[in-house]
């Protein structure tokens, strides 16, 4: 996408220590709440006008969650976002609903995005309507028949309905839906993931174009570490409600500086067979720790092979530029420059069980795929 | 070596009254040797699943046609009885599953589930299963595993879950193990736990393995030996390292040039097939055959679209094309 890394470029959107905490309440009437799950737990980032930023992690690290709250599709516990300067998260009912237009969201499945029972055309003009961008039927079909060309839809696509269409089309459809808005901020939450490889890199080389023609602003979020990579200017790695390591994508691959990055890195395989024999496997011990119950000091410490004894599991590291590193690197480590010298080895961990019924100690379903299973609804 | 497994000519035909025969296997020819881990990859629809099915025989007993012949130790499984067949299964040649949460029954403690297999199939008393089931909970990495026989399987995790699945598989130390997409539904961090534990085990028991997967990486990181499936087809096979130094079919080209790689520069535009599976063009239809691939092929010729291309060897390598990308072209 753009070739360097902007550093001049005002600030799009602007993310502030940012929180979502769900609560987990018991009984008939959800009357008492015994505890949390700290879905997203003090975030920042900045996003800058026409840049592609990447947000990575494995599934249940909040990733998704951070998406919708900075759409205020779910309600933040605490912090600020500012979308171009206007802090948004105080945001309510029509006001937000008007300033919606300008940040719009792609889902991940495009089945159960579009409405069945409504033809493309109706679909696509339905934001036009809701946000009086409507010029008469006329204009309208004319830009709307141009979306269609644009996004790589065949003609004649208006009057046909979702289930007409392949994968790849209905995520073309909900481009297509995203767009016919004009916003300026597009989050795509696994814009990809649904599809087979062939039809990925046609929707991803499309997203790379229509942001080149547009000038859009991206905030792509995917659990496909090469995919993030490939699209994005800057990532972030997430785990566990927290970003633990952002850099510009380049930089990432070559310079991975948190012990998590570096055994994602090395997990993803390779479709290179003397690359994938040559390379050595950080294997990381045990799953992903309860979102309920986040460990203490850096949530990282339970599965880390870098773990010391001192500070990583009472002190929370915060994001900080390693000396040396590149521009706009930040790592959330204690230990991080002991690691890149290589003063610190690697050891072995135990894999440590990660039981949720013990924890939680609640009617809640153990290692349950969404927060929405946790809270039951 | 002899084979352990051949499959030959393997169709598998769904029928509906009233319409055409949906082919979803159209004869495919592949073996497995003792020890051998190979790859069947293609992407969604392409048959693979239903090769891995129809070998298991776990096919619905109705409404399909298998023909072909699918080949254990000489033995034409196909030709099997029922009983005969049930007594195979988990013992000479098993399976892990795609989602282990759904081919685990959700109501029975897990040890029960591995014990089981134990009694069926080595007739083994329940105290003795019961530590055999704790060792082979131990041998696929699950911590704790005399208590993690009593859990359900809700109360364990995707990576867990299908540790104990692979242990299910296992129990009888079958000769044939077929997995199919083991670790789609795994996170990378796990997924690299599972692809490791099984290329442990293949070296450690000498099972032979059928990996089933859509993903390249997985399989070059694994297989020996890769089958390139499309349209219910094998249109590529070659070496691991062959395959993927000099990819020869333009499908097998294009799915390696459409993903974004991890070690090469970002941002660059991906080399993408064009269209989709759905403009695919019959492999035999009754005025002639054609190319599947044809609609979407970039080097696409006009005997493509007149005359299937048959599946020629050359050296270790099987190619169905009338166009084959070039060697060079292919290894840049």
């Not at chain 1, 859009?216 to 997430?238: F, K, P, Q």
């Not at chain 2, 619905?60 to 130790?73: K, L």
Request: with cysteine; charged share 25%.
């Amino acid at each position: 996408m753009s070739e360097e890394t902007n550093g001049s470029a005002p600030a799009l959107l602007e993310v502030e220590d940012l929180a979502v905490h769900f609560p987990i309440t018991q009984g008939v009437f959800r009357g008492r709440t015994v505890g949390h799950v700290y879905a997203i737990d003090g975030v920042s980032l900045t996003v800058r006008r026409g840049e592609t930023y990447g947000l990575v992690g494995e599934s249940g690290c909040g990733k998704s969650t951070l998406g919708r709250a900075i759409l205020k599709l779910t309600e933040p516990t605490h912090g600020r976002v500012r979308f171009d300067g206007e802090d948004i998260a105080g945001l309510k009912g029509e006001e937000l609903r008007r300033r919606r237009r300008r940040f719009q969201m792609v889902f991940q499945d495009p089945m159960s995005s579009l409405d069945p029972r409504q033809s493309v055309e109706s679909l696509l003009s339905e934001g036009l309507t809701a946000h009086g961008l409507s010029k008469g039927p006329e204009a309208d079909r004319r830009r709307l028949r141009e979306l269609v060309d644009a996004v790589g839809l065949p003609k004649g696509s208006l009057r046909r309905y979702p289930h007409e269409f392949s994968g790849g089309q209905r995520q073309r459809i909900g481009i297509a839906r995203a767009l016919c808005v004009e916003p300026d901020l597009i989050v795509a939450d696994e814009p990809v993931s649904a599809l087979d490889v062939s039809v990925q890199a046609q929707v991803l080389n499309l997203l790379s174009r229509l942001q080149r023609e547009l000038g859009l602003t991206y905030l792509v979020i995917a659990h496909d570490l090469a995919v993030v990579r490939h699209v994005s200017d800057r990532v972030g790695v997430m785990y566990l409600g927290g970003i633990v390591e952002e850099a510009p994508s380049t930089d990432l691959y070559a310079d991975p500086q948190h012990p998590y990055t570096r055994a994602l890195l090395s997990a993803v395989p390779l479709p290179d067979p003397e690359a994938e024999d040559r390379r050595e496997r950080i294997l990381l011990a045990g799953d992903l720790p309860s979102p309920a119950a986040p460990p203490s000091g850096c949530r990282f410490h339970t599965r880390c092979p870098w773990k010391q004894a001192e500070r990583c599991d009472t002190e929370r590291p915060e994001p900080r530029r390693l000396e040396g590193a590149a521009p706009g690197h930040r790592v959330a480590c204690h230990w991080a420059e002991q690691i890149r010298d290589g003063r610190i080895r690697p050891h072995h961990v135990d894999a440590d069980m990660v039981d949720e019924a013990a924890t939680l100690a609640v009617g809640a379903p153990e290692h349950a795929s969404s927060v929405q299973e946790i809270l039951g609804r | 070596m002899t084979a352990l497994l051949e499959v030959e000519d393997l169709r598998v035909a769904f029928t509906r009254r009233g319409e055409p025969d949906t082919v979803a296997v159209d004869g495919v020819s592949f073996d497995v040797k003792p020890g051998e881990i190979v790859g069947l990859v293609g992407e969604s629809g392409c048959g693979k699943s239903v090769t891995s099915l129809a070998v298991m025989r776990l096919l619905p007993e109705r409404g399909n046609r298998v023909t072909g012949s699918i080949r254990m130790d000489g033995e034409d499984l196909l030709a099997l009885s029922d009983s005969a067949m049930r007594e195979r299964r988990g013992r000479d040649l098993s399976m892990i599953f795609q989602d282990p949460l759904s081919s685990l029954n959700p109501v029975i403690p897990v040890g029960l589930q591995v014990t089981e297999v134990l009694t069926r199939h080595r007739g083994m008393k329940k105290h003795a299963a019961r530590r055999e089931a704790a060792e082979l909970l131990d041998r696929v990495g699950i911590p704790d595993p005399t208590r993690r026989l009593d859990s359900y399987p809700h109360q364990m995790s995707g990576g867990m879950r299908q540790r104990a699945l692979i242990a299910i598989a296992l129990a009888c130390t079958p000769r044939l193990l077929i997995a199919d997409e083991p670790t789609t539904a795994l996170d990378v961090t796990i997924q690299a736990q599972i692809l490791d534990l099984l290329e442990q085990l293949v070296a450690e028991t000498g099972t032979a393995l059928v990996m089933i997967t859509h993903d390249l990486g997985v399989v070059a990181g694994l297989c020996d030996r890769v089958n390139v499936l499309y349209a219910g087809r094998i249109v590529e096979r070659a070496d691991r390292h062959e395959l993927f130094r000099a990819p020869r079919h333009p499908y097998t080209h294009g799915l390696l040039g459409s993903i974004p790689r991890l070690d090469g520069p970002p941002g660059e535009e991906l080399a993408a097939i064009r269209g989709s599976v759905n403009d695919n063009l019959p492999w035999a239809a009754p005025e002639g055959g054609a190319c599947a691939f044809t609609p979407r092929c970039p080097r696409a010729l006009d005997v493509c679209g007149e005359v299937t291309p048959l599946a020629e060897r050359a050296g270790t390598r099987l190619l169905r094309c009338h166009n084959p990308v070039p060697v060079a072209e292919g290894a840049a």
